[in-house]
């Protein structure tokens, strides 16, 4: 089916794009396109205008400043796997752009565009709640963050307003001693989640975890927090056992539904074991321990 | 409400402009309007990778663009393939798919051969894990990929041996026009000896219908 007609703009500055969007009633917001272009084909969305922000140059970049890690609104899947940066010092980023549809989509879909999608199966979501992301929203009003646990309300829902744009989502530089890791369990190459967990653990001088940060994929009505087993795990030495404890918490706080692929008890198992997985990875990238702890 | 706009796209070595509402998708502007039918559709949802293409040499999904957003850039079609500087006739690629019979039944191949040159031109020399990868957002309804993944290997060996050519450029002079669309552009032609009539059929029930057939193909390496 095609989309329904709409009127296409193209800003080319921030500035243009905000006073579009305030201009213009209900205006939906392009960039990479992967998933809005087949919801507009299927006409699960029908604007009567779209704004594409692919234009804004001002938007495309992936880099450290300021004490954060910056990805601008245009910054695609493949620049976070073509970075040198992520590949040495962001494990659970480095984890999940493979992980993310496949090499096509990857070259023009985005990771705000994804965060901005509020999908619950989507990856990064989960990403910036382990690493406690915000994202940069730019209205009429000029900038503010938003804290990703403020982030998402329901599924393709976000606590945005109208004439607000995600500009940017950040996490904070990696400190020593800390480590991250993302793991998904899918059907197929380059599916969406049946479950997911992104983990990111830092530790002090002594080797007890100092925080513990847990994101999880496609068991909720959102990406959620798993803060029960971050709360179990702050103070502690990484052991497999604590890391299993860790897991079993955070599967009683999903919720996620039975479907074809599987029943809620399956996916809550495969929660757990993602997440032990994910917090032994973690703590071995953190570098305190050699191999993993986890099955 | 009707409100198109003139893209202009430099296809194949070719500047080509056409006349485009903003809900056309790219890939309808290059098989409708600009008669390049060697792109194929296959899924329509983003899944299958027949409408594979380059756009300023990298690969994207053809129904997942708006033809408006590829304006002023340069679009790399199946059918420019023949006109590269390492091409005799046929490009080693498509000649590695006619060698190691990675054509089947052909639906897929346009897109095959897209995602493989995007690879071969990035990484002159893959091991088979990154053949897979690259062609990972490609499916293949006959199930062919044991001679797809071989014919890609044939095409590198053979690139290899070829005297350095500059990498694949597309050439400026090349006729890349409509007339260009050779044979490997609008499916293969049936071998020797090999007669087709009728509707192709594989058998498969619903085998076209893409994706949502995977649900009963769950693979063992899933964890």
Redesign the interface.
Same mark, same amino acid.
């Given at each position: 089916m095609k989309a329904a007609n709409f009127e296409h703009h193209e800003p080319t500055s921030v500035s243009k794009a905000v006073s579009l969007l305030e201009s213009l009633e209900e205006p939906t917001i392009l960039s990479g396109g992967q998933s809005l272009v087949p919801m507009l084909r299927f006409r699960l969305a029908r604007p009567d205008t779209v704004v594409d922000i692919n234009g804004i140059d001002e938007l495309d970049y992936l880099h450290e400043e300021g004490g954060y890690l910056k990805i601008g609104a245009l910054a695609r899947h493949a620049d976070v796997e073509d970075s040198e940066l992520i590949e040495e010092r962001y494990g659970s980023f480095a984890d999940t752009v493979p992980l993310v549809a496949d090499p096509q989509i990857r070259n023009r879909g985005t990771i705000v565009g994804s965060v901005a999608q509020a999908d619950p199966k989507g990856d990064w979501g989960s990403v910036l709640i382990a690493h406690d992301g915000e994202v940069v929203a730019t209205g009429p009003d000029g900038e503010r963050t938003v804290p990703i646990d403020e982030l998402f309300l329901l599924p393709y829902d976000t606590s945005l307003d109208e004439d607000e744009l995600i500009t940017e989502a950040r996490v904070p530089i990696p400190v020593e001693r800390e480590g991250s890791a993302y793991h998904k369990l899918k059907r197929k190459t380059g599916d969406y989640a049946m479950a997911g967990v992104a983990a990111r653990l830092i530790f002090d001088d002594d080797g007890r975890i100092e925080d513990a940060g847990i994101g999880m994929t496609a068991v909720d009505i959102t990406n959620v927090r798993a803060s029960d087993a971050e709360e179990r795990l702050g103070g502690e030495r990484p052991d497999p056992e604590l890391f299993a404890e860790a897991g079993e918490l955070a599967a009683e706080q999903s919720n996620p539904e039975s479907d074809e692929h599987g029943d809620a008890s399956y996916k809550e198992r495969m929660v757990e074991v993602l997440t032990q997985r994910a917090l032994g990875d973690a703590a071995e990238r953190a570098g305190v321990i050699k191999r993993r702890v986890s099955p | $409400?009707?409100?198109t706009?003139e893209i202009t796209l430099t296809v194949n070595g070719t500047e080509r402009s056409t006349e485009v509402?903003?809900?056309r998708?790219l890939v309808h502007a290059i098989r409708e309007d600009l008669d390049l039918t060697g792109t194929h559709i296959g899924c @329509?949802?983003?899944n299958c !990778?027949a409408c594979?293409v380059l756009v300023d040499g990298? &690969?994207?999904?053809s129904?997942? $663009?708006?033809a408006?957003?590829a304006d002023g850039s340069e679009v790399m079609t199946v059918e420019g393939m023949e006109d590269l500087p390492e091409s005799d006739g046929l490009h080693p690629l498509q000649e590695g798919f006619h060698e190691e019979h990675g054509l089947q039944c052909g639906y897929c191949t346009p897109g095959m051969l897209m995602?493989g040159k995007?690879l071969l031109d990035e990484n002159p020399d893959p091991d088979e894990a990154e053949i897979r990868?690259?062609i990972?957002?490609?499916l293949c309804r006959c199930t062919g990929y044991q001679n797809i993944v071989k014919s890609i290997e044939y095409a590198a060996d053979k690139l290899a041996a070829q005297p350095a050519a500059d990498g694949g450029t597309v050439a400026i002079d090349g006729d890349a026009g409509p007339a260009a669309a050779g044979s490997a552009a609008d499916g293969p032609e049936p071998f020797e000896g090999y007669e087709v009539d009728g509707e192709f059929t594989c058998g498969a029930e619903n085998c076209c219908g893409g &994706?949502a057939t @995977?649900?009963e193909?769950? !693979?063992g390496d899933?964890?």
């Amino acid at each position: 089916m095609k989309a329904a007609n709409f009127e296409h703009h193209e800003p080319t500055s921030v500035s243009k794009a905000v006073s579009l969007l305030e201009s213009l009633e209900e205006p939906t917001i392009l960039s990479g396109g992967q998933s809005l272009v087949p919801m507009l084909r299927f006409r699960l969305a029908r604007p009567d205008t779209v704004v594409d922000i692919n234009g804004i140059d001002e938007l495309d970049y992936l880099h450290e400043e300021g004490g954060y890690l910056k990805i601008g609104a245009l910054a695609r899947h493949a620049d976070v796997e073509d970075s040198e940066l992520i590949e040495e010092r962001y494990g659970s980023f480095a984890d999940t752009v493979p992980l993310v549809a496949d090499p096509q989509i990857r070259n023009r879909g985005t990771i705000v565009g994804s965060v901005a999608q509020a999908d619950p199966k989507g990856d990064w979501g989960s990403v910036l709640i382990a690493h406690d992301g915000e994202v940069v929203a730019t209205g009429p009003d000029g900038e503010r963050t938003v804290p990703i646990d403020e982030l998402f309300l329901l599924p393709y829902d976000t606590s945005l307003d109208e004439d607000e744009l995600i500009t940017e989502a950040r996490v904070p530089i990696p400190v020593e001693r800390e480590g991250s890791a993302y793991h998904k369990l899918k059907r197929k190459t380059g599916d969406y989640a049946m479950a997911g967990v992104a983990a990111r653990l830092i530790f002090d001088d002594d080797g007890r975890i100092e925080d513990a940060g847990i994101g999880m994929t496609a068991v909720d009505i959102t990406n959620v927090r798993a803060s029960d087993a971050e709360e179990r795990l702050g103070g502690e030495r990484p052991d497999p056992e604590l890391f299993a404890e860790a897991g079993e918490l955070a599967a009683e706080q999903s919720n996620p539904e039975s479907d074809e692929h599987g029943d809620a008890s399956y996916k809550e198992r495969m929660v757990e074991v993602l997440t032990q997985r994910a917090l032994g990875d973690a703590a071995e990238r953190a570098g305190v321990i050699k191999r993993r702890v986890s099955p | $409400m009707t409100n198109t706009r003139e893209i202009t796209l430099t296809v194949n070595g070719t500047e080509r402009s056409t006349e485009v509402e903003p809900r056309r998708l790219l890939v309808h502007a290059i098989r409708e309007d600009l008669d390049l039918t060697g792109t194929h559709i296959g899924c @329509d949802t983003g899944n299958c !990778g027949a409408c594979t293409v380059l756009v300023d040499g990298e &690969p994207i999904k053809s129904c997942l $663009m708006f033809a408006a957003q590829a304006d002023g850039s340069e679009v790399m079609t199946v059918e420019g393939m023949e006109d590269l500087p390492e091409s005799d006739g046929l490009h080693p690629l498509q000649e590695g798919f006619h060698e190691e019979h990675g054509l089947q039944c052909g639906y897929c191949t346009p897109g095959m051969l897209m995602a493989g040159k995007a690879l071969l031109d990035e990484n002159p020399d893959p091991d088979e894990a990154e053949i897979r990868e690259a062609i990972s957002g490609n499916l293949c309804r006959c199930t062919g990929y044991q001679n797809i993944v071989k014919s890609i290997e044939y095409a590198a060996d053979k690139l290899a041996a070829q005297p350095a050519a500059d990498g694949g450029t597309v050439a400026i002079d090349g006729d890349a026009g409509p007339a260009a669309a050779g044979s490997a552009a609008d499916g293969p032609e049936p071998f020797e000896g090999y007669e087709v009539d009728g509707e192709f059929t594989c058998g498969a029930e619903n085998c076209c219908g893409g &994706p949502a057939t @995977d649900a009963e193909h769950t !693979g063992g390496d899933n964890v």
